[in-house]
């Protein structure tokens, strides 16, 4: 598309202020943001193969499949060890942050992380990856999140019923939110 990105830096105007800063500073949280994310990128492709061998009854192991691809040919990153061992000493392991290498990683990094985000937007620079990532993980570690307004919104347009987050989880309410339309609600039908 760089064609209509040429086009489009012409008429779209953004913010274009110039990076004023320590750069010792932005160089180490830039390398901070883009280790965390490689962990949180790593973590995703783990959870999408957890998922898939769920699904089709698989009985993959995660651990050797790090191995095996520290031995192929694209990604031979010592990184792919520590996953490994991540994966090998906890064997009921659900998701690569939740263990105590990579968590102390992430930690350690969320400050650089957090700092290269923000300042990149403040920019107007493109972090599409480190942001999504920074996204996931703050969302994989809320024990609250807006799903529950999701619903709302859901309920309101198309009387799909949802949960409420004072009620037990799988008890769900239809709510008449303009007053008129009756107690209409969308079900399961044939076609």
Known sequence: MKNERERASQILRGKTTPFRGEAARAVNGLQDALYASKIVSYT???????????EYQWDLNPGRIAQVW??????RSV??????EAFEKQDDLQNLM?????GAALESAQEGWRNTVAKAVQ???PVPAMSAALAYFDAYRAARLPANLLQ?????????????ADRPRGEFF??????????????SYGV
């Open 174 to 187: 239809h709510t008449n939110w303009t007053g008129s339309g009756g107690a209409t609600l969308s079900g």
């Open 79 to 84: 990184f792919l060890d520590r996953i490994y």
């Open 123 to 125: 920019l107007g620079i």
């Open 152 to 164: 709302a919104q859901r309920d309101y347009f198309g009387a799909h019923r949802y949960e409420r």
């Open 70 to 75: 520290r031995g192929g040919c694209v990604i």
């Open 44 to 54: 995703q492709g783990f959870q999408l193969l957890r998922a898939a061998s769920e």
């Open 98 to 102: 939740m263990s105590p290498f990579f």
